[in-house]
């Protein structure tokens, strides 16, 4: 059984920053990929920025410059560097994991930025 556990999120005021963390247990493969995802209200969720194990990336284009992703495969947990945050940023940031052919999601954190 695998789980994901995500942190890091709370009240942030416009260009602040946050870290979140997102710790995978259970039988995880060397092999995979995670991403971080987010929905605010009203809104279908998307993709923030992926990750391989191999250590590629690739990020929405609306928090290019702003957001790193990173992982530590040792730990299998992910991170999301999050800098000049933005009101828009607010939502629900989700933590993805896939290992073909599954895919497992944690419960989100809530992520707030204040004007």
């Known amino acids: 059984q695998v789980q994901l556990v995500e942190s890091g999120g709370g009240l942030v005021q416009a260009g602040g920053s946050l870290r979140l963390s997102c710790a995978a247990s259970?039988?995880?493969?060397?092999?995979?990929?995670m991403a971080w995802y987010r929905q605010a209200p009203g809104n279908e969720r998307e993709l923030v920025a992926a990750?391989?194990?191999?250590?590629?990336?690739n990020y929405a284009d609306s928090v290019k410059a702003r957001f790193t992703i990173s992982r530590d495969n040792a730990k299998n947990t992910i991170y999301l560097q999050m800098n000049s945050l933005k009101p828009e940023d607010t939502a629900v940031y989700y933590c993805?994991?896939?290992?073909?052919?599954?895919?497992?999601w944690g419960q989100g954190t809530q992520v707030t930025v204040s004007s």
């Open positions: 993805k994991l896939v290992m073909i052919p599954a895919t497992y």
């Open positions: 259970g039988s995880i493969r060397s092999i995979n990929a």
């Open positions: 990750i391989t194990s191999g250590g590629r990336t």
